[in-house]
């Protein structure tokens, strides 16, 4: 019986999912194919931030029990900084978006939002505090005002336009003779990779969380493009307390510490210049993706 109606309890809660705003489609494509529900305690309160720090406090996390992913992982970003999080593929950079999300439960230890602990208040407050922009956002086949309002239940026009004008957006909606009312998708308008980024990017901004994930693209946009967005996000993470996973190095030279993953450990951390200076993974990594581009310069003149 309990086989008979679990993928109805992962499409009662895919639907709260979205309902609570908190993912994108590509999201909820790949949590129908993984999802664990994870229940509320019971009498759970909600998460309340005044200053949204993030705490892994010996966090042990494998996916299945007989292989561990994350051995005892331990940092702490302050409210307001900007943190990066790099390593090798399969490190286990987007184990710890997922873990903050609440996907999944550690095996033991803590995660903390402004001393909170994650596990006891109730998901819905939690993942209303956090905001993911996504490698690939997937788009709803409706207008591009109904993709960026989505970010939040009862959004109105004018949040979504102040959104739409944040995420740089205002170029190509003019450009469009029904502007925000312009069908995307299928029944409309193709956007390119970085447009579709900066409907993300739109939409996180009208559900204006304190907590933003940024999970870097790995190679859908162009340089030039990359730059523009690179920026936009900079400004949207002003002002709130940032995870940015990254699989390029040059995207987050100036985060204002660099965690530095090796095989579910935190194998060192600090600052470009200091990670540099220690001639340890990090510069390791720096030098044979510098070695890359130069190539790739090459190849190209
Ligand atoms: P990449 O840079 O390639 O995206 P990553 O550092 O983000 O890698 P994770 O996606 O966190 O790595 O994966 C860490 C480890 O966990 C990998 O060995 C991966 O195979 C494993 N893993 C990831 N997702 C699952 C899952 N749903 N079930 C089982 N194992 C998983």
Known sequence: LTQLFRPLDMLGMVYRTIRQGLIDMAEMFRLLDTAVEVPDAPGAPALV?????????NVVFGYDPDR?????LSFEVPAGEAFAVVGPSGAGKSTLARLLFRFYDPQSGRILIDGQDIAQVTQASLRAAIGI???DSVLFNDTIGYNIGYGRDGAGAEEIDA?????A????????????????????LKLSGGEKQRVAIARTLVKNPPILI????TSALDTRTEQDILATLHR?????????IAHRLSTIADANRILVLNEGRLAESGTHTQLLRREGLYAEMWMRQAAEAEAMTEAAE
Request: hydrophobic share 40%.
């Open 163 to 167: 959104a739409a004008r944040g995420a």
């Open 169 to 188: 957006l205002t170029g190509l909606i003019e450009r469009l003779p029904k502007g925000l009312a312009t069908e995307v998708g299928e029944r409309g």
């Open 214 to 217: 940024l999970d870097e693209a």
């Open 133 to 135: 922009v996504p490698q």
């Open 68 to 72: 561990t992913i994350l051995h005892g």
């Open 49 to 57: 931030i005044r200053q949204p720090s993030i705490v892994f406090d």
């Open 236 to 244: 949207v993470a002003e002002h709130r307390t940032s995870l940015s």
